[in-house]
């Protein structure tokens, strides 16, 4: 038998129709994306006892010093490190290399500021360096279990017969398995979605490549790699006279700058000690 029809059983039924449609609208309702965030590690000293080997004709003699940064980025679908910077054990005396043309050394270890900000080695999905050169993988071998992304050439050269040639010390990837590393050749959207591109910039080394992160609040940012090591030389378009080619790494530079132009990035130069005092650092962070 069919219940009589009230006012009393009328606002009942609206009621429950009211709460269920809010119920749909919300489970319809896509969460915000979480924002992609970006660490500065300081990751390392080095002393140019000579600066006209960055800069050949100019600077003969001088002393500069150039800091040396390396770069966590968290992405909702993952994590990447880019660069690895000098080696953690090198410590705040370090040592001279090249003959003396160079100093490094490291008063905070990466493996420090990664615990600082509740971050383990084996958290990190993928580790990219902008090349193979000892400043930028001397702690590589701490994340031998992420995911390794690279160039063909700088594969090529890294994991070849002669690396040594190129200047890059294989005993700081050794534990790497080049079966399982991510060769690349050109451009490589990490997450997919724009906001973490690895671009190729070739010529400091056979297969240098520089990053672009796309922040929501601060913007976008092209990390340099060693596409410029200090401001003067990006100003003059100067290349060091133990760059790969001269002839690609001038290519390289007009294109990222087009790219720079075009997205209305910020330039880091991870070498610059005097633009690196106005960027924080971790356990600071950007948006």
């Given at each position: 038998m069919l219940k009589?029809?009230?006012?009393?059983?009328?606002?009942?039924?609206?009621?429950?129709c009211i709460i269920t449609t809010t119920l749909l609208s919300a489970c319809a309702i896509t969460p915000n994306e979480a924002p992609t965030e970006l660490y500065v590690f300081d990751c390392g000293d080095i002393e140019v006892r000579d600066l006209s080997i960055f800069s050949p004709g100019f600077n003969k003699g001088v002393v500069k010093q150039l800091t040396n940064n390396c770069y966590l980025i968290k992405h909702e679908k993952g994590t990447l490190l880019w660069d690895a910077g000098l080696n953690d054990s090198l410590g705040p005396e370090g040592v001279d290399v090249w003959d003396g043309a160079f100093h490094l050394s490291v008063k905070k270890p990466l493996a420090d500021q990664l615990k600082e900000i509740?971050?383990?080695?084996?958290?990190?999905?993928?580790?990219?360096?902008?090349?193979?050169?000892?400043?930028?993988?001397g702690n590589a071998n701490m994340f031998n279990?992420?995911?390794?992304?690279?160039?063909?050439?700088?594969?090529?050269?890294?994991?070849?017969?002669?690396?040594?040639?190129?200047?890059?010390?294989?005993?700081s990837y050794n534990t790497f398995d080049k079966a399982k590393v991510k060769v690349i050749s050109g451009d490589y959207d990490v997450f997919g979605d724009g906001k973490v591109v690895i671009k190729r910039a070739i010529g400091h080394t056979p297969g240098h490549?520089?990053?672009?992160v796309d922040l929501e609040e601060t913007g976008p940012i092209v990390l340099s790699g060693d596409l410029y090591h200090f401001t003067e030389n990006r100003t003059h378009k100067r290349v060091p006279s133990f760059n790969f080619n001269?002839?690609?790494?001038?290519e390289?530079?007009?294109t990222i700058e087009s790219f720079v132009t075009d997205k209305k990035a910020d330039l880091w130069i991870q070498h610059d000690l005097e633009q690196n005092e106005s960027i924080k650092h971790s356990p600071e962070f950007y948006q």
């Amino acid at each position: 038998m069919l219940k009589k029809f009230t006012k009393k059983n009328k606002l009942s039924i609206v009621s429950s129709c009211i709460i269920t449609t809010t119920l749909l609208s919300a489970c319809a309702i896509t969460p915000n994306e979480a924002p992609t965030e970006l660490y500065v590690f300081d990751c390392g000293d080095i002393e140019v006892r000579d600066l006209s080997i960055f800069s050949p004709g100019f600077n003969k003699g001088v002393v500069k010093q150039l800091t040396n940064n390396c770069y966590l980025i968290k992405h909702e679908k993952g994590t990447l490190l880019w660069d690895a910077g000098l080696n953690d054990s090198l410590g705040p005396e370090g040592v001279d290399v090249w003959d003396g043309a160079f100093h490094l050394s490291v008063k905070k270890p990466l493996a420090d500021q990664l615990k600082e900000i509740a971050v383990k080695p084996s958290d990190i999905d993928y580790l990219s360096v902008s090349h193979f050169h000892g400043d930028h993988t001397g702690n590589a071998n701490m994340f031998n279990q992420s995911s390794l992304i690279m160039q063909q050439e700088e594969f090529d050269a890294a994991f070849g017969e002669k690396p040594e040639q190129f200047s890059f010390d294989p005993s700081s990837y050794n534990t790497f398995d080049k079966a399982k590393v991510k060769v690349i050749s050109g451009d490589y959207d990490v997450f997919g979605d724009g906001k973490v591109v690895i671009k190729r910039a070739i010529g400091h080394t056979p297969g240098h490549q520089v990053l672009f992160v796309d922040l929501e609040e601060t913007g976008p940012i092209v990390l340099s790699g060693d596409l410029y090591h200090f401001t003067e030389n990006r100003t003059h378009k100067r290349v060091p006279s133990f760059n790969f080619n001269k002839e690609q790494t001038l290519e390289s530079m007009d294109t990222i700058e087009s790219f720079v132009t075009d997205k209305k990035a910020d330039l880091w130069i991870q070498h610059d000690l005097e633009q690196n005092e106005s960027i924080k650092h971790s356990p600071e962070f950007y948006q």
